[in-house]
């Protein structure tokens, strides 16, 4: 089955402790993306790689870190500097070429909770 | 800076009635125009993608329309169904860089 999966479907952590979020993907796609959705609102990018090695900060990066030491692979980590860390991350995957037909395949997301 | 914006956020017709859904967008450079279905609690699902070139796409029920211009697209849904209940966003992919800012969403609900 191809696809992109993320891990844990649901987290919880407590004040003052850093968390990372899984994403994986056997898409074979170079570009791999993060989103933060809250309640009732839209995607905010939070960081994006256009290639293995390589990420740059989204909109709304502060407070969150990634790594892309894999093209498989683009884990996010939410640190205790994230001030409101509490809603639902999606991360997506694009073949991130052919622009302008370029679409985004999206995970099934990772719902975290701070306590 | 671009804006996107989603109006009504939210819509209930009963089944049969044909559903129009809004996007706006504040800059018209862009390369593509994109529809996306999240069902509550899930990750979103690509339904049409139009290209900065195109006018329009259709897949089944759907039809969606782009007039870069006045920066609007328009989602049309034949003979709503219940099972079509969910948040559609539209995004925008801007010229510069590989980045889509996307819309708050309508949540439609269709009552059988």
């Known amino acids: 089955d191809g696809g992109i999966t993320q891990s844990p479907k649901y987290l919880f952590r407590k004040e003052g402790q850093n968390v990372t979020l899984s994403c994986e993907q056997n898409?074979?796609?170079?570009?791999m993306y993060w989103y933060r959705q809250d309640p009732g609102q839209g995607l905010r990018l939070i960081y994006y790689?256009?290639?293995?090695?390589?990420?740059q900060k989204g909109d709304i990066a502060e407070g969150y870190s990634v790594s892309r030491e894999k093209k498989e692979s683009f884990p996010l980590t939410v640190t205790s500097a994230q001030k409101n860390p509490t809603a639902f991350y999606l991360c997506?995957?694009?073949?991130?070429?052919?622009?302008?037909?370029?679409?985004?395949?999206f995970g099934p997301g990772t719902r975290l909770t701070v306590l | 800076k671009q804006e996107v914006t989603q109006i009504p956020a939210a819509l209930s017709v009963p089944e049969g009635e044909n559903l129009v859904l809004n996007c706006s967008f504040t800059?018209?450079?862009?390369?593509?125009l994109q529809w996306f279905r999240q069902d509550p609690g899930k990750g979103l699902t690509s339904l049409l993608l139009?290209?900065?070139?195109?006018r329009e796409q259709t897949s089944g029920r759907l039809n969606a329309s782009l007039d870069k211009s006045s920066g609007r697209s328009t989602l049309y849904i034949a003979a709503s169904q219940p099972g079509d209940s969910a948040t559609y966003l539209c995004?925008?992919?801007?010229?510069?860089?590989?980045?889509?800012?996307f819309g708050g969403g309508t949540r439609v609900l269709v009552k059988p």
């Open positions: 997506a995957s694009s073949v991130g070429l052919a622009v302008e037909i370029d679409t985004q395949y």
């Open positions: 898409l074979n796609h170079d570009a």
């Open positions: 790689s256009q290639i293995v090695n390589d990420f």
């Open positions: 800059d018209s450079a862009i390369y593509n």
């Open positions: 139009i290209q900065s070139s195109q």
């Open positions: 995004a925008v992919l801007k010229a510069a860089g590989n980045k889509l800012t």
